[in-house]
């Protein structure tokens, strides 16, 4: 099988692992690497991207998806918590993976011992984001999950970046790799900001929804690239323009651009995320191909890197457990607080994109590119398969998927709120005389049942639909922008009930 068909069937498989993973209850990542294994097990099959390509073409769209689906308030409330995981737990696992590696594997240079360190550290935002949207997790618990897998990346790639450098050059300063770390920051939210300013720009001057759909796509390559010549960190570039155009352009009447441009991201984040999963089994099964003779040893020398992955991570959560619940002074709402909520999150640290790309995206002659590569698969099949398996049952058994519950709370409250909006736009629109009595009485019918998905119509107001389309709207507007101010606090249950009433203006 040719390379166009392979990735062309990765693709059909990719889509195809959201029904599959559904019926049989397994996050559709895992069903994806499950797919990719199966297929890379074929004979006559396999991949060979391109290494300086991996990053920027599976990374940005990514980064971005989720950043659309997340609340920049949720972030600033729990910052504390999350800089510890994102940042200084992907410190601490990345020295003691090279320590270790070094200790078992002494032919491994201490730079190529920080690279697959790096390589190994962070959590996939994209794995946690799809197991803990689906087991109604406590808002709290997903806010800290997604925090982590999308700032520890900026962590991890920095680290990489400069270990990959210093093994090129022969040289590795910690100094020197702080200053960059603080320059990469820096200069990819600047970057990140501009890009956010400039297609903010762009949007306005585009006619249709369907153009800002297809321009939303270049956002992200084009912050991430912009960083990456710039020697920045192009993943900090990405969240900060993603964070700025999301909280910048929430206009309540662009109803076409919401509806066009949620369906159209879907799309692309299942297409992406499904074939980088399955490359991420593809890749594990070529890896065991790789080793040949050595696959015992290699295996035994992944096997020991997950166990370390596995200890660093419970060993860090449950030590900073206390520091973690003094930090609950400024906002209890957003910080774990029970040892229930400290052992899943312990649990839930699934590699997967960033640890495949990265691995990846090593040079050809870079020391130890097979057996990182190969470690790389196996630590990212391992905490997907293992942690997305059986996280459900651990959810149910320490009582954390009250979060579903809390979605509906939260729904019907916002609900409610949206319902008040538009009846006293009503109010004031018959107290001006612009709608008589009976008018009103229909509009007030019609709003009740338009957020609880049912129609409140007869043959006589259907004849009479045109007379008071422009009042429907304005209050259809009312309850949309009181969805929007109320966003930043539940972004899931403000953005189900943002469409539907998107569907109900679209239709009427």
Do not use: K
Request: charged share 20%; with cysteine; proline share 6%.
């Amino acid at each position: 099988m040719d390379q166009h068909s392979v990735i062309l069937v990765l693709l059909v498989l990719g889509l195809l692992c959201v029904p599959v993973g559904t019926r049989l209850r397994i996050p559709a990542p895992v069903v994806a690497t499950v797919f990719g294994v199966v297929l890379g097990a074929l004979p006559g099959v396999t991949l060979d991207p391109p290494p300086e390509l991996i990053l920027p073409v599976l990374l940005p769209p990514l980064l971005y998806a989720a950043v659309q689906q997340t609340s920049w308030r949720h972030f600033a409330r729990g910052w504390r918590p999350i800089l510890l995981l994102a940042v200084a737990l992907v410190f601490v696992t990345t020295a003691v993976v090279a320590a270790v590696a070094t200790r078992i594997h002494p032919a491994l240079p201490l730079g190529a011992a920080v690279v697959l360190g790096a390589v190994t550290s962070p959590p996939d935002p994209a794995a946690v984001s799809a197991v803990a949207g689906r087991l109604g997790l406590p808002r709290r618990t997903v806010t800290l999950l997604e925090g982590e897998g999308l700032f520890n990346d900026v962590t991890a790639l920095t680290i990489y970046q400069v270990a990959v450098a210093g093994v090129a050059t022969g040289t590795l300063s910690v100094w020197g790799a702080a200053a960059e770390f603080g320059y990469a920051a820096l200069a990819g939210a600047g970057i990140g900001l501009v890009t956010g300013l400039f297609f903010g720009w762009l949007f306005d001057r585009l006619p249709t929804a369907e153009l800002r759909a297809g321009l939303s796509l270049l956002i992200p390559y084009a912050a991430y690239l912009a960083a990456d010549a710039a020697h920045a960190s192009g993943v900090l570039a990405v969240l900060a323009a993603g964070f700025w155009l999301g909280a910048t352009r929430a206009d309540p009447d662009d109803v076409a651009g919401r509806l066009s441009g949620r369906n159209f991201w879907d799309v692309i984040e299942q297409l992406v995320t499904g074939f980088t999963f399955g490359l991420i089994g593809l890749e594990f099964v070529q890896a065991l191909d790789d080793l040949g003779a050595d696959l015992w040893a290699y295996s035994r020398f992944a096997l020991l890197i997950c166990l370390t992955l596995v200890v660093v991570r419970f060993a860090w959560m449950f030590g900073m457990s206390g520091l973690i619940r003094r930090l609950r002074a400024r906002d209890p709402a957003d910080v774990p607080v029970s040892w229930g909520e400290t052992l899943l999150v312990a649990w839930a640290g699934m590699r997967g994109v960033v640890t495949i790309a990265t691995a990846l995206a090593l040079p050809r002659d870079f020391p130890g590119r097979t057996q990182i590569v190969f470690v790389a698969a196996v630590v990212a099949v391992v905490t997907l398969l293992l942690p997305g398996m059986t996280l459900p049952w651990l959810a149910r058994r320490t009582g954390l998927t009250t979060g579903a519950q809390r979605r509906r709370e939260a729904e019907r409250e916002i609900i409610a709120a949206a319902q008040e909006a538009a009846l006293r736009r009503l109010a004031e629109l018959r107290a001006d005389g612009t709608v008589g009595p009976e008018t009103a009485r229909r509009l007030e019918e019609w709003q009740r049942a338009v957020l609880l998905d049912e129609e409140a119509e007869d043959e006589d107001w259907v004849r009479r639909r045109r007379q008071v389309g422009e009042v429907r709207a304005e209050l259809l507007a009312a309850a949309r922008a009181e969805v929007l101010d109320r966003r930043e606090r539940e972004p899931e249950a403000a953005d189900d009930v943002l469409r539907r009433l998107d569907l109900h203006s679209a239709v009427h």
